[in-house]
């Protein structure tokens, strides 16, 4: 890549070869930017499997023998998480964890899967250090999750300026890279109420900025997503509340 390309001519050229693989782009200001993106590496396995029935009239009838069998295809997925960054300072830290079953739940990924700069924060998290790409002259961290780690749904971090002990969460939400199709477990009860209370047990578990205020604002939005007289709503509203009251819940977590 020529050397006299600015900064952002070097970011939009990544953003058009990361194209394919739908890329998100995060922008916290004019000189502080990163980009996500999956790749998806499907890996064709064989394996023998019979393709005949059991029943010798059949097998007699289609001309096959028992001891006949096929060599059935099928597939397997492995996944590279590309996490790119234009930021101006100098070490930008990915705090991160991976969301197993749950895919807003926090997990540290297992140590010999680190990538470089790599180290554990505790059992929910590590931090990697951004290094240099010298292809397009950002800073670049790569994941890889391999054909065997197949709980894994979701990447979910924060980031950490090194020199100025600043965080960016997304506003207390933190920032999420879904990699397989799947979430947070569906909770019993009324369909009405799945998705509200699918997001309440989310937000209390997942690992993550969250005080009263939040909880309080999440609360309100509940409240006001359905009618005055919902009796259901209040029900969860009473009983979500009365467990903050009991400090069952965290009143401020970090």
């Known amino acids: 890549m020529s050397s006299s390309l600015s900064k952002a001519e070097k970011w939009n050229l990544l953003k058009q070869d990361l194209d394919s693989y739908?890329?998100?782009?995060?922008?916290?200001?004019?000189?502080?930017?990163?980009?996500f993106a999956v790749e998806?590496?499907?890996?064709?396995?064989?394996?023998?499997?019979?393709?005949?029935?059991?029943?010798?009239?059949?097998?007699d009838i289609i001309g096959v023998k028992d001891s006949e069998k096929s060599v059935l295809p099928s597939a397997r997925e492995k996944f590279k998480v590309l996490i790119y960054a234009l930021y101006p300072g100098q070490k930008l830290v990915l705090h991160w964890g991976?969301?197993?079953?749950?895919?807003?739940?926090?997990?540290?990924?297992?140590?010999?899967?680190?990538?470089?700069?790599?180290?554990?924060?505790?059992?929910?998290?590590?931090?990697?250090?951004f290094l240099l790409d010298p292809s397009y002259d950002l800073l670049k961290i790569e994941v890889n999750i391999p054909f065997d780690e197949t709980d894994i749904l979701a990447l979910n971090f924060v980031l950490k300026e090194e020199a100025t002990n600043v965080w960016h969460n997304n506003g207390g939400s933190n920032y999420h890279i879904?990699?397989?199709?799947?979430?947070?477990?569906?909770?019993?009860?009324?369909?009405?109420?799945?998705?509200?209370?699918?997001?309440?047990?989310?937000?209390?578990?997942?690992?993550?900025?969250?005080?009263?205020?939040?909880r309080y604002h999440k609360v309100a939005d509940f409240i006001n997503s359905f009618p005055a007289d919902s009796l259901d709503c209040a029900v969860w509203s009473f009983v979500w509340l009365r467990f903050s009251a009991q400090r069952q819940l965290d009143w401020q977590r970090r």
């Open 22 to 35: 739908k890329p998100t782009e995060i922008t916290l200001n004019e000189h502080f930017k990163v980009i």
């Open 40 to 59: 998806k590496q499907i890996e064709e396995v064989k394996s023998e499997q019979p393709s005949q029935p059991d029943d010798p009239e059949v097998l």
């Open 98 to 129: 991976v969301g197993i079953k749950d895919a807003y739940s926090w997990k540290r990924i297992r140590e010999d899967l680190f990538p470089p700069e790599t180290k554990a924060f505790d059992d929910l998290a590590c931090q990697t250090t």
């Open 178 to 214: 879904q990699v397989r199709a799947g979430g947070i477990g569906k909770s019993s009860g009324n369909d009405r109420f799945q998705k509200w209370v699918d997001d309440i047990l989310e937000a209390e578990a997942r690992y993550n900025s969250w005080t009263l205020m939040h």
